[in-house]
């Protein structure tokens, strides 16, 4: 969860914060408890195309590479859970053979 901060609070703190950021932390900025603003790592590896949506749809930033990610997971179950995906698709392929 992004933590949220204070105008007043963020003003006096304003170096520490920043450091927390720079970190890859995103912080929440309020002004009377209504959010204004929000501050994300700078990312200059990613494409500012890909930031705007991002920003626009309060999106995080992939850290890693996909493919490594999909890689480390599990395998599914087999047979595979009603309702996947996979179980669709390997019905289908039952009905086609």
């Known amino acids: 969860m992004t933590e949220k901060v204070g ?13 927390r950021v720079k970190e890859g932390e995103s912080l929440v900025v309020t002004e ?3 959010e204004v603003a929000r501050l994300v790592p700078s990312r200059e590896d990613v494409s500012p195309v890909y930031l705007k949506l991002a920003e626009k749809y309060g999106a995080t930033i992939p850290e890693g590479d996909l493919i ?14 009603a309702g996947t995906t996979d179980a669709f698709i390997e019905e289908d392929r039952r009905w086609r053979f």
Do not use: H, K, M, W
Request: hydrophobic content about 30%; aromatic content about 6%; cysteine-free.
């Open 7 to 19: 105008v007043r609070e963020l003003r006096q703190n304003l170096s520490r914060y920043l450091e």
């Open 32 to 34: 009377r408890g209504r």
């Open 68 to 81: 490594e990610a999909i890689d480390s997971l599990p395998p599914l179950p087999e047979p595979f859970p």
